[in-house]
């Protein structure tokens, strides 16, 4: 699990050129702005570290039902680290069905300053406890 803040649980995330090398073999996705010494990540690559996020936080057996809302404001360079912050178990109401909707804020350190790089929400189904309860999160 991350650190629980304010803004939620908080996991640091890196992605490295290996992740955007293997994300382009497997995709198919060759684009020159993903290659290099300044390569891009794929945004599918990105939500991925947003999921692998998620997973820590809620845990094992939690399923993203959908990504909704989700901007990418700025991209992410091989090398990077960066903050996803998942809005906490406790501060969001379930529905009837177990879904609950989490907010995801994600940030990088650019020199002196955090900037923005994605925000949204995700629809999630948090795994159950072995009596049937949905769980409260944690990894």
């Known amino acids: 699990m991350g650190a629980i803040?304010?803004?939620?649980i908080v996991c640091t995330q890196t992605i490295t050129m290996s992740d955007i090398?293997?994300?382009?073999?497997?995709s198919?996705?060759?684009?020159?702005?993903?290659?290099g010494p300044d390569a891009i990540a794929h945004g599918a690559l990105l939500i991925g570290k947003i999921s692998a996020a998620v997973w820590m936080a809620y845990g094992?057996?939690?399923?993203?039902?959908?990504?909704?809302?989700?901007t990418i404001h700025?991209?992410?360079k091989a090398g990077d680290e960066f903050n996803?912050?998942?809005s906490h178990p406790s501060d969001v109401a379930g529905s009837r069905?177990?879904?609950k909707e989490i907010t995801v804020r994600v940030t990088k350190?650019?020199?002196?300053?955090?900037?923005?790089?994605?925000?949204?929400?995700?629809?999630?189904?948090?795994?159950?406890?072995?009596?049937?309860?949905?769980?409260g999160g944690g990894a």
């Not at 198919?28 to 290659?35: M, V």
Request: proline share 6%; hydrophobic share 35%; net charge negative.
């Open 84 to 86: 996803i912050a998942v």
């Open 97 to 99: 069905f177990g879904e």
């Open 28 to 35: 198919g996705d060759r684009n020159p702005i993903h290659q």
């Open 109 to 135: 350190w650019c020199g002196e300053t955090e900037k923005l790089v994605a925000e949204g929400s995700i629809t999630i189904i948090p795994p159950k406890t072995g009596n049937g309860i949905l769980n």
């Open 60 to 70: 094992d057996g939690t399923v993203a039902r959908a990504i909704e809302r989700l």
């Open 21 to 26: 090398e293997a994300y382009a073999e497997m």
């Open 74 to 76: 700025r991209p992410v």
């Open 5 to 8: 803040t304010e803004e939620g």
